[in-house]
């Protein structure tokens, strides 16, 4: 059973300085991994996609993928007040199942 | 326009009773999905379905049906509600298994 952990719970960043969000997952068998926004309980916004180890750059969100360390996390370049959301990270595990396992998010504040 | 229509926005119920949560796309996705956000608690998938057909289901309980009338329709049937169904139902699509899931802009369900 996929395990996904998110830290930290919070955080808080001054506009401009970058944010780093961390996501841990348990079945090293995972091929696919996303990082989402929700702002205040409305839908979700993919951020970035990554599927191998290394780097993913999408505009000022960066992943970065680590599976021999069951580590993906995400970095946001120049942050926003308008940033400020619940990120969430979510893990497909391998085979031919559909299912994306999510961790708790993290809420991140970016003050002005 | 939303891509995604999820209707009602908001519907609160009373135990016992049953309720009919509606997801229409209109990406021209063959799966869609349904999720479930309640407090506290990660975003929990419930179904997948591709061209029609249940692909993965993760929910014990049968009081939870999806239905499919069209390959861009997918409602859920929940019956004899209980106050611990209260959470906000996602609807999800993509192009296949390991295409990006877009959201809907969920259901929010409270039980009395």
């Known amino acids: 059973q996929q395990k996904v952990q998110q830290s930290p719970e919070s955080l808080t960043v001054s506009e401009g300085a970058m944010a780093s969000l961390n996501c841990t997952f348990s079945?090293?068998?995972?091929?696919?991994f996303r990082w989402y926004r929700q702002h205040s309980a409305k839908g979700l916004e993919v951020l970035v996609s990554i599927f191998s180890d290394g780097e993913k750059e999408e505009g000022r969100f960066t992943a970065h993928l680590n599976r021999a360390n069951l580590h993906v996390s995400l970095h946001i370049r120049e942050p926003q007040p308008s940033d400020s959301a619940v990120y969430l990270c979510?893990?497909?595990?391998?085979?031919?199942?559909?299912?994306?396992?999510f961790g708790k998010g993290t809420l991140l504040t970016v003050t002005p | 326009d939303p891509k995604i229509i999820q209707k009602p926005k908001y519907l609160v119920a009373v135990t016992g009773s049953e309720k009919i949560l509606i997801c229409e796309q209109y990406?021209?996705?063959?799966?869609m999905y349904w999720y479930r956000q309640s407090a506290k608690k990660p975003l929990e998938f419930m179904f997948s379905?591709?061209?029609?057909?249940?692909?993965d289901n993760q929910t014990a309980s049968s009081r939870f049906q999806p239905q499919s009338s069209k390959k861009n329709h997918l409602d859920l049937q929940i019956t004899a509600l209980k106050p611990d169904d209260s959470a906000t139902y996602f609807c999800?699509?993509?192009?296949?298994?390991?295409?990006?899931?877009?959201f809907g802009p969920g259901t929010r369900l409270t039980v009395l």
């Open positions: 979510a893990v497909k595990s391998g085979g031919s199942n559909y299912k994306l396992t």
């Open positions: 990406l021209g996705h063959n799966a």
């Open positions: 379905y591709s061209y029609q057909k249940l692909m």
């Open positions: 999800a699509s993509s192009t296949g298994n390991y295409a990006e899931q877009f």
């Open positions: 079945d090293g068998t995972s091929n696919n």
